[in-house]
């Protein structure tokens, strides 16, 4: 076969791959601010809730989070009488989003917590409010600074799309291994598969690339 007779399904994988990308970055992100706040935070409660996310999904195997969302979590429902089967790509988008917010849930804890003390004590003297203090201080300050690590977390959660495959997801890692066990063409099949990972990344690079300039933009235009 031509090579480009593999283009169709792998650009359909493709398509599901940065769909993927997309939605699981933008939960986790969402993941990574409210429990890398909820880290700093002065509610006791919050404070646990945060530190049992962030340390469960750091401290275990992305693929076993996968598998247990797709494969555990039904069975747990039918012992309970509930049903909990997740879509695949509910599934995927689910334990890259729970898996990166955890990390960037220390991005953001780390960013907050570099503002200098002296500026806390500032806005207290000025008679702010915590909540004043975080959303007016800290956060302007401290959002620029994650950036750079954010724009490496949605790297890597890019390449681990590739193992929502082995839950039969139709993903651009997944496509190609079809047409290899059709076509026994892995060298043509695994360099097409390199390169389009490759290219997606470097696309990836330039959009985080961009977001961090208007971040720091924004920033310039608050001092």
Known sequence: ??????????????????????????LGAACAFAFGMGKV????LARGVS??????FRGTSLLVQLFW????????????????????VVAGTLALALNIGAYGAEVV????????PAQHEAAKALDFTPRQILWRIAL?????????????????NLKDTALVSLISLGDLAFRAEQIRNFTQDSV??????LFMYFGMA??????????ESSVGRWRAGRS
């Open 1 to 26: 076969m031509n090579w480009s007779s593999y283009m169709p399904p792998l650009l359909e994988g493709a398509w599901v791959t940065v769909q993927l990308t997309v939605y699981s970055t933008i």
């Open 41 to 44: 935070s002065g509610s006791r």
């Open 51 to 56: 530190v049992a996310f962030i340390e469960v």
């Open 69 to 88: 969302l797709y494969f555990a979590l039904p069975l747990l429902g039918q012992a309970v009488g509930v049903d909990l089967r997740l879509p695949p």
């Open 109 to 116: 804890r780390g960013a907050i917590q570099a503002v200098p």
């Open 140 to 156: 302007p300050q401290a959002i620029p600074e994650m950036m750079p690590s954010f724009g490496n977390l949605a790297i890597q």
């Open 188 to 193: 043509t099949i695994y360099t097409l598969l």
């Open 202 to 211: 470097l696309a990836l690079t330039a959009l985080m690339k961009l977001l």
